[in-house]
């Protein structure tokens, strides 16, 4: 086409990036420049699968706005095995990705399925990508089992976000070169403090000790000690160990099973502080006031011998019984001195509820229940945070670089909206557009005893950014510390590995070097969400394949999420939630508002609002899109 003389030619927006699956088929760009997100339609998304690299050129706006566009190019296949369950329909064999990003079947051809069978758990290894006129196909390379096996959603899980679960041979040549006892060599010029009465308090099922806390008075004040596992002292910057961990960026907890960050022999033994036996130690030893407030402290390289292996539930019963054994009477003195602080600082203490799976003898889900958290959960909480506020001040006033643990101030707009629906209750958040953590703390306190505490509570934290590991030291909102690391998990947690590191190079009058602190913030803030949405999918796996037996129940909840498309309820006595879809609501219109997290039914009025008491009879199970659906009862 010839332009008219003086006429520019208008510009095509291009933008390149990763691409993002949607359950539905549709897709989105999410542009490298950080600009706004792409819309990709359903037609489009057959060329590409989640994880891909493309360009897009930007062809309008979708009905809500949002820039919508099409795949000019495919630019990088997301180097991928994709995991899930075989069918075979009129002869054709497909498998069906348990990564709903994935909305694409992909084929498996006749003579690439090897001796699998369909209804078998599968990973296969993608052959041909999509087109536009055809979809993926793949050759199968693993059978996981029968989609029903015990153990399954863990396999499944491994592959689908990708977990490194098996350690290289030079990982594991590594490890097996280790002694198996702390040598004379390794504790030189230590401090020896293996006559202190340090002990570990841990749940009942843990293996990996981290951390062993001792305490004595001091005066009128108080000495509090607590002695970190020396990873550092084993697993050296570079080393195939080092690698191996930095990959993993975090121990992952499965019910049941835990995928380590380090060998086991390293995990569970050497640097796990066993009791009755000698181990090396960085230990934080601060001087306490009366009043609990950390007078001084210092870090240093020690050799320890832990007590006692001790476990919540059995200290929380020795503490109520009162004369309980030292050290665990002054730790709880110390305990109630660093509550009150947190108190003062107006730290914000939410109080979630967690809960725990129990299984019988062939892996099955038998029952969900409530994991109450006492006193010695919250005895060793307090500790780690004292330990872990000193080494973030410790490296900061020396200027050394880090990865600090960051949670920023909330937005004003989140804070705008969280205000606009506590004022629907008659309740106020102080501080302005910038509340500080004071403002939730009192506020927490004054609904407390509310009915719907929990509910009211989620919408607090919803309220808040997610916490994130970075160079840069934006402070702790949340806990009110204007320094904060991590420290006190070197076993299970990359960031405290190298935490440790930083503490030792200066203690030595040297510098942590050969390290690129924003990648590595970026990665481990990564692996840990990785971690979270595995061990989530496994769990809502579980709680699908034991609600199948309860189709048909009526049961009581209460609405836990309020969207466009209906409410998400979650049952009293199971713990777990499902979908009422916006169309078995009744013949009304409703509309949502999101501010009020409430939908409105124009003609009748009703309104179905967040933390509202629901009946609901449970109508299907989904177990491979691992969701539930209600309908009213």
Not at 320 to 346: D, I, M, N, S, W
Request: proline fraction near 5%; hydrophobic fraction near 40%.
């Amino acid at each position: 086409m010839t332009l008219p003389h003086g006429a520019a030619a208008t510009p095509v927006a291009l933008a390149s990036g990763r691409v993002e699956g949607h359950p539905d088929g549709h897709g989105f760009l999410v542009p490298d420049d950080g600009s706004a997100t792409i819309l990709l339609p359903f037609a489009e998304m057959r060329q590409a699968l989640h994880g891909d690299r493309a360009r897009v050129r930007v062809t309008g706006s979708d009905a809500r706005g949002r820039p919508q566009g099409a795949i000019v190019e495919v630019l990088a296949r997301a180097e991928r095995r994709v995991v899930g369950r075989l069918h075979v329909e009129h002869g054709v064999l497909f498998l069906t990705p348990s990564d709903t990003r994935i909305a694409q079947n992909v084929l498996v051809p006749p003579g690439e399925a090897g001796r699998a069978r369909p209804g078998q758990v599968v990973t296969v290894e993608l052959i041909a990508p999509p087109t536009r006129h055809a979809q993926p196909v793949g050759r199968v390379m693993e059978v996981l089992g029968q989609h029903d096996d015990a153990g399954i959603e863990i396999e499944i899980a491994l592959r689908k976000f990708d977990l490194p679960h098996e350690f290289s041979r030079r990982a594991q040549s590594l490890a097996a070169r280790l002694p198996d006892e702390v040598r004379a060599q390794d504790a030189t010029g230590r401090c020896d403090l293996r006559t202190l009465p340090f002990v570990t308090i841990d749940g009942e099922s843990a293996k990996d000790f981290d951390d062993a806390v001792s305490a004595a008075p001091n005066g009128k004040g108080y000495r509090l000690w607590v002695a970190i596992a020396d990873v550092g002292h084993y697993v050296r910057h570079g080393d195939a160990l080092d690698l191996a961990a930095r990959e993993r960026g975090t121990s992952v907890y499965f019910p049941r099973r835990v995928i380590p960050m380090l060998p086991e022999k390293l995990s569970n033994g050497l640097c796990s502080l066993n009791p009755e036996v000698d181990r090396l130690a960085i230990v934080c030893e601060m001087a306490l006031t009366r009043h609990g407030s950390i007078e001084r402290y210092e870090f240093y390289p020690a050799l320890i011998r832990s007590q006692a292996r001790l476990t919540y539930n059995g200290v929380w019963r020795e503490l109520q019984q009162g004369g309980a054994r030292e050290p665990l009477g002054t730790l709880y003195e110390v305990f109630g001195k660093l509550a009150q602080q947190r108190g003062a600082r107006g730290a914000i203490d939410f109080d979630t509820l967690e809960t725990r799976m129990e299984f019988d003898a062939r892996g099955r889900l038998v029952r969900i229940v409530p994991e109450v958290r006492n006193d010695a959960h919250r005895l060793i909480e307090e500790c780690m945070l004292a330990a872990n506020v000193c080494a973030g001040a410790f490296l900061a006033g020396r200027e050394h670089a880090t990865l600090y643990r960051v949670h920023d101030v909330p937005t004003v707009e989140k804070v705008q909206a969280l205000r606009d629906f506590l004022a629907e209750l008659g309740l106020h958040l102080g501080g302005g557009e910038r509340p500080l953590p004071k403002d939730y703390a009192q506020l927490l306190e004054r609904i407390r005893t509310r009915p719907d505490f929990t509910l009211l509570q989620t919408i607090l934290l919803r309220s808040l950014k997610q916490a994130v590991y970075s160079p840069q030291n934006l402070g702790h909102f949340g806990l009110a510390f204007d320094a904060y690391v991590h420290f006190t998990s070197p076993i299970r947690r990359y960031p405290d590995l190298v935490v440790h590191r930083a503490i030792a190079a200066c203690l030595a009058g040297r510098r942590y070097e050969g390290v690129d602190w924003n990648e590595l913030g970026r990665h481990c803030s990564e692996t840990e969400r990785r971690a979270d949405d595995a061990s989530r999918d496994v769990e809502s796996w579980l709680k699908c394949q034991y609600m199948q037996e309860h189709v048909g129940g009526v049961f009581a909840g209460r609405i836990t999420g309020v969207t466009a498309f209906g409410l998400f309820v979650t049952l009293d006595d199971y713990f777990v939630d499902g979908l009422v879809h916006i169309s078995e609501l009744g013949r009304d219109y409703f509309r949502f508002d999101g501010p009020r997290h409430m939908l409105l039914g124009e003609r009748t009025g009703t309104r179905y609002r967040l933390a509202d008491r629901m009946k609901v009879k449970l109508v299907r199970v989904d177990l491979e899109g691992r969701k539930m659906d209600f309908v009213p009862a």
